[in-house]
């Protein structure tokens, strides 16, 4: 489970997004990064079981990702991410591909997993195995126990006309507009400093695999 204090140091970080401030409570960032790591190297061997690709031993260093913001092409200039996110491939966080992630935020909590915004080449074999293999998608994204947990595909990135090479009368016309292909659970803080956290998180990663494999699939 995940430490009440990590949710704290989070809420006070989100209050006090500056510099100052976090050097003060460096102490608290490195115990909360810490609760994630643990939280992370408990959860890996379970995922590792579910899918086959994840390595039993990968390192959580690898799959922790830093709280520092890059802020030079950004408008919000505040320092700090204010969660820590967890994102798990077969090389931790560093994958151009599908992988899994979740993500620890007070009452912003979720896991999901798919691929994000891929690159241009990953994206035409995306689509084209949606083209070609509609069935096996609609077969783990339609299945009863994924759309409860899942319900609709992220469809945030999209674009508004049709992909060049298909037609707009194409069957899954809405999921060829995508421009990334993700499903998210929400995560309430009750559940991850509950006893049965990573356990939830599990399940929520065992049902969502087939659409990883899926991915893998397509790209492979």
């Known amino acids: 489970m995940i430490k009440l204090s990590t949710f704290e140091f989070l809420n006070d970080l989100a209050a006090n997004n500056e510099r100052n401030w976090f050097h003060q409570n460096k102490a608290r960032h490195d115990a909360a990064r810490k609760d994630v790591l643990d939280f992370t190297a408990d959860l890996i061997p379970h995922l590792a079981k579910i899918d086959v690709l994840i390595p039993e031993n990968l390192d959580p260093g690898t799959c922790v990702m830093r709280i520092y913001r890059d802020i030079r092409f950004s408008k919000d200039k505040t320092p700090y991410k204010e969660n820590f996110g967890v994102g798990i491939s077969p090389n931790g966080k560093n994958f151009n591909g599908p992988g899994y992630y979740l993500h620890i935020q007070p009452d912003e909590s979720f896991l999901a997993g798919g691929c994000w915004m891929p690159e241009p080449e990953l994206l035409r074999s995306i689509r ?34 049709v992909p060049k090479g298909y037609d707009a009368n194409h069957p899954d016309i809405e999921l060829l507009k ?10 309430s803080n009750k559940t991850l400093t509950g006893p049965g956290a990573i356990n939830e998180v599990a399940k929520g990663f065992q049902i969502l695999s087939p659409f990883i494999t899926f991915l893998r699939n397509a790209i492979s």
Do not use: M, P, R
């Open 178 to 187: 995508l421009k990334s292909f993700s499903f998210s659970h929400k995560l």
């Open 128 to 161: 084209q195995e949606i083209d070609y293999n509609g069935a096996d998608l609609h077969h783990v994204i339609d299945n009863s126990a994924f759309k409860e947990y899942f319900g609709l595909i992220d469809d945030e990135y999209k674009l508004k006309t």
